[in-house]
């Protein structure tokens, strides 16, 4: 199988403009992703939609391609930089693996552990999640929560606790059952890719805002593997300066 790992970087974001040109230790945050998918995938590419993040890549030496404007997701963005790249390469790729462009901590042991759930040839997509070990994360509807079966396929994701705990307060449900958290990497066979892409909002995504529960409701399967990693990402100017306090930069 030949894998590629795509980062959507999108520069219009509206809490944080230019985000994935902001400056983390002397590099800019999209590098920091990039050097570390290196570390697992042979062919990696940054897909954007400003010609600013187009040219900061090209001077790390990285690769990068330019995407439209109108995405929602950045899983559209993959599906069209997988078109463009397969199309100047002539190459073809079996999984595409999405890397959010604001992880520039994102470790290689969990784009190692998504890259084995693929040695499965039924599996159609797969994700990461860690068990929640607090109540704030629990209750933080910015951190989905996601149920699983006992195949270690996606139930559902919600961003709030499911399942709920009956017969106790919600003080007591962190140690009442054990409950699991979405962190935000995928990766999908091409051709599925493509046929996601192609569906249409859903009423459950568009009342949760969850892209991933458009694919459930369409039948298909999301393969979750485990990661004790937490996920660390920069949506605002603010998390930067706390990802500085903390000490990780």
Known sequence: MKFIAIIPARYGSKRFPGKPLAVINGKIMVQRVYEQAAKVFERVYVATEDKRILDAVSRFGGNVVMTSKKHRSGT??????????????????????????????????????????????????????????????????????????????????????????????????ITGHQYYKHIGLYAYRSDILEKITRLKPSPLEMAESLEQLRWIENGYKIKVAFTEHESVSVDTPKDLEKIKQIGLI
């Not at 998504?114 to 999640?129: D, E, M, N, P």
């Open 76 to 173: 559209d963005r993959c599906a069209e930089a997988l078109q463009i790249i397969q199309q100047q390469t002539g190459e073809t790729y079996d999984i595409v693996v999405n890397i959010q462009g604001d992880e520039p901590f994102i470790q290689p042991e969990q784009l190692k552990e998504i890259r084995k759930c693929f040695k499965t040839a039924s599996v159609q997509i797969a994700t990461l999640i860690k068990p929640v070990n607090n109540r704030d994360d629990l209750l933080n509807p910015s951190k989905p929560k996601v149920v699983i079966n006992q195949k270690n396929e996606a139930v559902y994701f919600s961003r709030s606790p499911i399942p709920y705990l009956q017969g106790a307060k919600p003080a007591q449900w």
